[in-house]
């Protein structure tokens, strides 16, 4: 089976948030397989850190931090790993997000995997390739380097399977992240300025920004959906305000609702309105994520809706005339929702020749210091940083969104966490509903169909 991607992830989050939304209970996947060929977690004695006497190693890692924040992050951790352990060189392999995730399934099947891979949280990834034995569970290295007691159990939590993959949320361990994620709403100050309104405090306010923008001549939201994961994105921040997080929550965790729920068509027809009234990149099904930020930064749209993960190159290219702010309430001053996470995590595949070298280097690369570097090259890091700052007006702006989201238990899941298969059963129909193709009531359907199919097979 081809692995699909599913969403992207690119954060300090009280433990609690995050907790709060994985405690709605796990939801068990459909795949099959044997568990008698699955990778062993080594005992905590065969574990070892000395990666000097590992003698002369090339690593191989994957890795999808492409966009100037993160590759300047991940390029500064390679080079002090490879200073601390001359021993150890680090082969990079770099992919966009949507390549690594196509390419993955193949690579780690194949006879010369990569140490070390980037795989996507949820069941089309993660849960796939932990179901086919693909990775190793790092239970024992926790007990050696002590990620549980690093992480709040909520962040661990969204890097975990059980062993049969039929299971996220719980089980072991199979990967650590660096970078924490929320989706949130970018805006051009100087646009906001020349169109004369000020950032939006309440939902309400937000579209009639929108319809300002329009009217004045500009593009009110700069959207590029080719590959139909950002209309899955620019609908879940929608959602979180017509259906409500614990209601968003209980669905996506196959609680309880259904998509084709009122609230949710809801959500669909706002997107199709937008389109319709030109509040989107015209042909946006024709232009590439990554060229969205692009040409945001270039003066098109006033709005772009996104994640964290964009920050540090829309700061390096429009300075302090790049905004962020999540997602307005209903009410100014009410509590903010939106979706997010952490970013991809970092994991060890079952066939590595150096498993002990890939754990020192993933505990290296999510450690106290890697979380100051997370801050230096304008990344929101997964836990506070020991003793640097965010520089800049957007990253400030993120930081205080990101503690903001933690004090009022504001996070909710990416919604293709729901099923294996929603990047397509979702994400074309939602494609089609931009494009006008589709009714809102079509696309809920689609998504529904698959959604219940896969309930069945727990």
């Known amino acids: 089976m081809v692995l699909e991607p599913v969403g992207r992830r690119r954060g300090p989050l009280v433990a609690a948030a995050v907790a709060a939304v994985l405690g709605l209970g796990l939801v068990?996947?459909?795949?099959?397989?044997?568990?008698?060929?699955?990778?062993?977690?080594?005992?905590?004695?065969?574990?070892?850190?000395?990666?000097?006497?590992?003698?002369?190693?090339?690593?191989?890692?994957?890795?999808?931090?492409?966009?100037?924040?993160?590759?300047?992050?991940?390029?500064?951790?390679?080079?002090?790993?490879?200073?601390?352990?001359?021993?150890?060189?680090?082969?990079?392999?770099?992919?966009?997000?949507?390549?690594?995730?196509?390419?993955?399934?193949?690579?780690?099947?194949?006879?010369?995997?990569?140490?070390?891979?980037?795989?996507?949280?949820?069941?089309?990834?993660?849960?796939?390739?932990?179901?086919?034995?693909?990775?190793?569970?790092?239970?024992?290295?926790?007990?050696?380097?002590?990620?549980?007691?690093?992480?709040?159990?909520?962040?661990?939590?969204?890097?975990?399977?059980?062993?049969?993959?039929?299971?996220?949320?719980?089980?072991?361990?199979?990967?650590?992240?660096?970078?924490?994620?929320?989706?949130?709403?970018?805006?051009?100050?100087?646009?906001?300025?020349?169109?004369?309104?000020?950032?939006?405090?309440?939902?309400?306010?937000?579209?009639?920004?929108?319809?300002?923008?329009?009217?004045?001549?500009?593009?009110?939201?700069?959207?590029?959906?080719?590959?139909?994961?950002?209309?899955?994105?620019?609908?879940?921040?929608?959602?979180?305000?017509?259906?409500?997080?614990?209601?968003?929550?209980?669905?996506?965790?196959?609680?309880?609702?259904a998509w084709t729920d009122q609230p949710n068509v809801q959500a669909a027809q706002k997107l199709s309105d937008w389109a319709k009234q030109g509040y989107l990149t015209k042909d946006a099904n024709a232009i590439k994520w990554d060229d969205t930020p692009v040409n945001f930064a270039k003066g098109q749209g006033v709005f772009m809706v996104g994640g964290t993960w964009w920050a540090a190159d829309l700061k390096d290219k429009l300075g302090d005339k790049a905004g962020f702010m999540l997602p307005p309430p209903a009410q100014a001053g009410g509590p903010p929702v939106t979706m997010g996470g952490e970013s991809l995590p970092f994991a060890i595949t079952a066939k590595s020749e150096h498993p002990d070298v890939a754990a020192a280097y993933i505990n290296f690369i999510t450690s106290p210091q890697a979380m100051d570097v997370s801050v230096e090259t304008g990344n929101l890091p997964a836990l506070a940083p020991p003793s640097k700052q965010p520089d800049g007006a957007v990253m400030k702006e993120i930081a205080a969104a990101w503690a903001e989201l933690s004090k009022s238990d504001g996070i909710t899941p990416y919604i293709d966490y729901a099923t294996p298969n929603l990047a397509d059963t979702f994400g074309g129909p939602l494609q089609r509903l931009i494009a006008g193709k589709a009714t809102p009531q079509q696309a809920l359907g689609d998504a529904q169909k698959d959604y219940a199919e896969f309930l069945k097979k727990k």
């Not at 290295?141 to 299971?167: E, T």
């Not at 924490?180 to 309440?202: F, M, S, W």
């Open 28 to 257: 068990t996947a459909c795949a099959p397989g044997s568990d008698n060929d699955k990778p062993a977690s080594k005992a905590p004695g065969a574990v070892s850190t000395d990666v000097a006497k590992a003698g002369d190693v090339t690593l191989t890692v994957w890795d999808q931090e492409v966009q100037g924040g993160q590759r300047k992050q991940i390029e500064a951790l390679n080079a002090r790993f490879q200073t601390t352990y001359p021993n150890v060189k680090i082969k990079r392999v770099s992919r966009s997000f949507t390549d690594l995730q196509k390419t993955l399934r193949l690579a780690l099947s194949g006879d010369d995997p990569p140490d070390v891979v980037q795989a996507n949280q949820g069941y089309a990834v993660m849960g796939q390739a932990v179901k086919g034995g693909l990775l190793l569970p790092l239970d024992s290295y926790d007990r050696v380097y002590g990620w549980k007691k690093r992480y709040p159990k909520g962040l661990l939590d969204l890097n975990s399977v059980s062993a049969d993959g039929k299971s996220i949320g719980g089980g072991n361990l199979y990967g650590v992240s660096l970078n924490g994620e929320i989706v949130g709403i970018y805006y051009n100050k100087d646009k906001l300025a020349k169109i004369g309104i000020q950032p939006p405090k309440t939902w309400a306010e937000f579209e009639q920004a929108l319809g300002t923008a329009k009217g004045k001549g500009e593009l009110p939201l700069a959207f590029g959906n080719l590959e139909k994961l950002p209309a899955m994105q620019l609908y879940g921040i929608v959602q979180d305000q017509t259906a409500g997080k614990q209601a968003v929550r209980d669905l996506i965790f196959g609680k309880s609702g």
